[in-house]
């Protein structure tokens, strides 16, 4: 089975932090995701990318960046936290562009004080 | 984006009882998947179903593609069933658009 593995199931940060999310899969996945649940609001994709270096915004990318270094990982960063930004963050990755299999990991709960 | 909307947004049924949920979506969409969110946070697919109906045990889906639809049915509910039922669809762009789920409580 397909692993997407999130570093932190709970995070709690300060205003002004900066934070790094990280996810790592383990089956060779081209395509890897962000999106961030809220109630009422279901799941919004931040960021998303579909190669090694490559990163396209979602529908609410405004405060976040990503990195793609490596195939397997992409790391989400909250440049400087606010306290909007406390959201539970999903990542997600599928294995090719009109996949329909997603791999969703646990999540990261994260509190911005 | 495309926008999808569920129905009901809460359901509590006792244990046994047989459900439908609902989605409905704004334009054509390549494909659809329903996805079950346990208590724990962890999102499981159900379905890809773009079309046609397709059954898994207890859990069943329809999707009518041509009037914007698809519904999921679970028969003999269990307790294990609680949690959140997303539905989910892609467009041109191919990202997944999410509805804003549907909360299901199973009670004993």
């Known amino acids: 089975d397909v692993k997407v593995t999130q570093s932190s199931r709970y995070l709690v940060k300060r205003t002004g932090e900066k934070v790094f999310l990280e996810c790592v899969q383990d089956?060779?996945?081209?395509?890897m995701f962000w999106y961030r649940q809220d109630p009422g609001l279901g799941l919004r994709l931040i960021y998303f990318?579909?190669?090694?270096?490559?990163?396209e915004k979602g529908d609410i990318p405004e405060g976040y960046s990503v990195s793609r270094e490596k195939k397997e990982r992409f790391s989400l960063i909250l440049e400087s936290a606010s306290t909007n930004q406390t959201s539970m963050y999903l990542c997600?990755?599928?294995?090719?562009?009109?996949?329909?299999?997603?791999?969703f990991g646990s999540g990261t709960r994260l509190t911005v004080v | 984006g495309i926008q999808v909307e569920q129905s009901p947004p809460d359901l509590i049924l006792q244990e046994g009882a047989n459900s439908t949920l609902r989605c409905n979506f704004s334009?054509?969409?390549?494909?659809l998947q329903w996805f079950h969110q346990n208590p724990w946070g962890q999102l499981i697919n159900l379905f890809y179903?773009?079309?046609g109906t397709k059954q898994n045990g207890r859990l069943s889906a329809t999707t009518v593609a041509t009037e914007r639809y698809s519904l999921l049915y679970i028969s003999s509910s269990q307790t294990t069933d609680s949690g959140v039922y997303f539905c989910?669809?892609?467009?041109?762009?191919?990202?997944?658009?999410f509805g804003t789920g549907t909360r299901l409580t199973v009670i004993p």
């Open positions: 997600a990755s599928s294995l090719q562009r009109r996949s329909r299999g997603y791999t």
């Open positions: 089956m060779d996945h081209e395509n």
């Open positions: 990318s579909y190669d090694v270096k490559m990163k």
């Open positions: 334009d054509s969409v390549n494909n």
């Open positions: 179903i773009p079309s």
């Open positions: 989910a669809v892609t467009g041109e762009a191919n990202n997944l658009f």
